[in-house]
T-cell receptor, first 115, second 114 residues
Framework: ETGVTQTPRHLVMGMTNKKSLKCEQH?????MYWYKQSAKKPLELMFV???????ENNSVPSRFSPECPNSSHLFLHLHTLQPEDSALYLC??????????????FGSGTRLTVV | KQEVTQIPAALSVPEGENLVLNCSFT??????LQWFRQDPGKGLTSLLL?????REQTSGRLNASLDKSSGRSTLYIAASQPGDSATYLC?????????????FGTGTRLQVFP
């Protein structure tokens, strides 16, 4: 375990379902990120939270809704997804003061399949 | 827009070989660079972080270097083992802002056979 825990590890959902992905870290980091990894594409940044405030939304469709209730927890709420949203969703955290100095820590990801 | 290219895309070698994986950025203004390993269907494991004031990092059989003037990084793996088989990703950060984000390459898929 890296210190960043993601649940569930696998999720299959229908296009009309509502589900949530959870990410938790107890590394003392105060910035958290959602990335999407699709086959044969680079990781894509979806959302960035720093000190619990969303600071970046990389033009992600509104069917993805993030929530960061505190610096240790991050959620990604999903509703009315499309089959092309099937991917590995990765959570990461960093020291927001200087992530370039301390680096990023990733979770193991949630493999999402939309049917 | 920063883009990252990793060469080769795939590599298959016998055990014991010394390997070089390459990573290049279209914009050489890279603040820091991190190399990750990803096993199939799993998350990313950080291997080496080259911080903004550094040019090189070593951990065991791994050595990574960063040439900021050319925007290129190299990951050197000595005496490769079957357990090294994985996808290797490089990612660069472009600024010192406190919400800096990494730009990832598409990875090099490595297979080391006995």
């Amino acid at each position: 375990e890296t210190g960043v825990t993601q649940t569930p590890r696998h999720l299959v959902m229908g296009m009309t379902n509502k589900k949530s992905l959870k990410c938790e870290q107890h590394l003392g980091h105060n910035a958290m990120y959602w990335y999407k990894q699709s086959a044969k594409k680079p990781l894509e940044l979806m959302f960035v939270y720093s000190l619990e405030e969303r600071v970046e939304n990389n033009s992600v469709p509104s069917r993805f809704s993030p929530e960061c209730p505190n610096s240790s927890h991050l959620f990604l709420h999903l509703h009315t997804l499309q089959p092309e949203d099937s991917a590995l969703y990765l959570c990461a955290s960093s020291h927001s003061r200087d992530p370039g100095w301390y680096g990023y820590t990733f979770g193991s990801g949630t493999r999402l399949t939309v049917v | 827009k920063q883009e990252v290219t990793q060469i080769p895309a795939a590599l298959s070698v016998p055990e014991g070989e010394n390997l070089v994986l390459n990573c290049s950025f279209t914009d050489s203004a890279i603040y820091n660079l991190q190399w990750f390993r990803q096993d199939p269907g799993k998350g990313l494991t950080s291997l080496l972080l080259i911080q903004s004031s550094q040019r090189e990092q070593t951990s065991g059989r791994l050595n990574a270097s960063l040439d900021k003037s050319s925007g290129r990084s190299t990951l050197y793996i000595a005496a490769s083992q079957p357990g090294d088989s994985a996808t290797y990703l490089c990612a660069g950060g472009g600024s010192a802002h406190n919400t800096d984000k990494l730009i990832f390459g598409t990875g090099t898929r490595l297979q080391v056979f006995p």
